[in-house]
């Protein structure tokens, strides 16, 4: 769908005032209509904006569209998770998983087609990583979604709560993924508190000083090992900028951004990484500091090398961790009936990188002789 109408979905408060203005000569106020149409009642098109001017109406038409990704297909869980696959062109799609519980609704949300993080026990890392995602289409993810459950706004809404735990790697698209979450939490746009919405990394450490005094949200970090020489070869980034420059860049977002905690991930993979020395391990790493522990079983795709760890290993290793100060608890497996599970996500990739991050860290390593 190629046009030279502006895509009004995902432009920042400011950038479509500016537009507005310059492209129509109209006041900032329009603006916020346009906001509010767009994201508090999910409008895709102008026709049904009634409160905006026959006039202003047709000038709209004429430079802009509300573009929105296209549902492939919908699966529904036997634990009410919901997951869609979006169509990002011809051959490209992504995931986005809707996951109810009881007293909050959590969207689930992708920032890349594929992933170059080469995580060996991700399903995403094994299709290869394609593209960015755009602002529209990171945002389009929120917005179909909520046309799609029939959300209402304010008391008794559906989607409660953002995380950025899809497919790719948030802070490796860092230019979109910003601006998107500007939206979410703009009292115009999906009106959500920092706390509500969370970001995952596998750990660009640059990035997360810069986003420490850009953008205030909640940070989690997929940990996955409690020392180098094991995370080296779970989360590859891990020998580019390994545990304690990471952790120290995690208190640092929380000392700028007055934050209470950052929530560290941990898979729990049968015999690699769940014993309980290791559970010691991280306890020292993580203990007096404002850290919470989210053990998550790990869940198998297909090809994969790695096995679940059995749940009283899961259960000895967070009462390790519990009875050392360390605050761990179990996520719960949702939506695996549907592949809708952490690491689960594959979408339909074609791998445009010749060599993917793990492959190229190990290449230097090796032509600088390390190893
Ligand atoms: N790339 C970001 C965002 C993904 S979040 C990041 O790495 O944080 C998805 C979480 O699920 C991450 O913690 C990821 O490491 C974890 N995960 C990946 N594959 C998994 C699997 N097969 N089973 C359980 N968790 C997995």
């Known amino acids: 769908m190629s046009s030279d109408l502006v895509n009004l ?4 408060r400011a950038e479509l005032q500016a537009f507005v203005a310059e492209r129509l000569g109209a006041k900032p106020f329009r603006a916020r209509q346009l906001m509010k149409w767009i994201y508090r009642h999910g409008a895709a098109d102008f026709a049904t904006m009634s409160d905006l001017a026959k006039e202003f109406r047709a000038a709209l038409e004429s430079v802009a569209r509300i573009a929105v990704p296209e549902i492939v297909t919908e699966q529904l869980s036997g634990d009410g998770t919901r997951k869609w696959m979006l169509r990002m062109d011809q051959t490209q799609g992504i995931e986005t998983v809707y996951i109810p519980e ?18 060996s026990f991700c399903s995403t890392a094994q299709q290869g990583f394609n593209r960015n995602l755009s602002v529209a289409e990171i945002v389009g993810q929120v917005w179909l979604a909520q046309r799609e459950l029939g959300d209402p ?6 989607i ?34 920092r706390r509500r919405v969370t970001l995952s990394t596998s750990g660009l450490v640059p990035q997360i000083y810069k986003l420490a005094e850009e953008c205030n949200v909640a940070l989690a970090v997929s940990l996955h090992a409690p020392n180098d020489e094991l995370r080296n070869e779970l989360v590859p980034i891990n020998r580019k900028h390994p545990i ?33 020395e290791h559970a010691r391990q991280l306890a020292r790493l993580l203990r007096g500091r404002p850290a919470k522990l989210n053990l998550i079983p790990f869940n198998v795709f297909p090809g994969t ?17 519990n009875e050392s100060g360390v605050i761990a608890t179990i996520r719960r497996t949702r939506g695996d009936d549907i592949d809708a599970a952490c690491g689960q996500l594959a979408g339909r990739v074609t791998d445009r990188t010749v060599v993917r991050l793990g492959k190229r860290l190990m290449a230097s390593e090796r032509s600088v002789g390390v190893r």
């Open 153 to 158: 706004r304010g008391e008794g809404r559906k």
């Open 102 to 119: 009881p007293d909050r609704g959590t969207l689930c949300i992708s920032s890349q087609v594929g992933c170059a993080m080469d995580c």
């Open 244 to 276: 304690d420059e990471l952790l120290t860049a995690c208190w640092h977002y929380l000392d700028k951004q007055n934050g209470r905690s950052v929530t560290f991930e941990y898979v729990m993979l049968d015999g690699i990484n769940d014993r309980p």
């Open 9 to 12: 979905l995902g432009l920042p």
């Open 160 to 193: 409660t709560n953002i995380v950025l735990m899809g497919m790719g790697e948030p802070l490796a698209n860092y230019r979109n993924v910003v601006p998107a979450m500007r939206i979410f939490m703009d009292d115009l746009g999906y009106d959500l508190s």
């Open 305 to 321: 090398r790695y096995r679940r760890s059995p749940a009283a290993a899961i259960v000895r290793f967070r009462d390790i961790l």
